[in-house]
């Protein structure tokens, strides 16, 4: 059974940073392409960042600079370094697994919210 387990979310002040990690079980962390995505309530799910399992990583244009994806694959975990967060990033946060159109796992998600 694959399982994906979001956690490091919370309140956070405009400014400051999080990290958010992805446990993984049931996969071969190291054959998938993993990715972020955000979620937020009556808008589209926003690509936050991926990263493939040749270690390239691309990112949504609102988190460009401001935001990191890595992966440990001896750890079966992922994980997604924000800085400098604004009230724009408040979303739901989910973990996604790919490897093909048959093999795409989704976590519950972590909530980030910017607020002061």
């Known amino acids: 059974q694959v399982q994906l387990v979001e956690s490091g979310g919370g309140l956070v002040q405009p400014g400051g940073s999080l990290r958010l990690s992805c446990a993984a079980s049931g996969i071969i962390l190291s054959i998938y392409n993993m990715g972020w995505y955000r979620q937020v309530p009556g808008k589209q799910r926003e690509l936050v960042a991926v990263i493939t399992r040749s270690g390239n990583t691309n990112y949504g244009d609102s988190v460009k600079g401001r935001f990191a994806i890595s992966r440990d694959n001896a750890e079966n975990m992922v994980f997604l370094q924000m800085n400098s967060l604004q009230s724009e990033d408040t979303a739901v946060y989910l973990c996604?697994?790919?490897?093909?159109?048959?093999?795409?796992?989704w976590g519950q998600g972590t909530q980030v919210t910017v607020s002061s």
């Open positions: 996604n697994a790919n490897l093909d159109r048959l093999r795409d796992f």
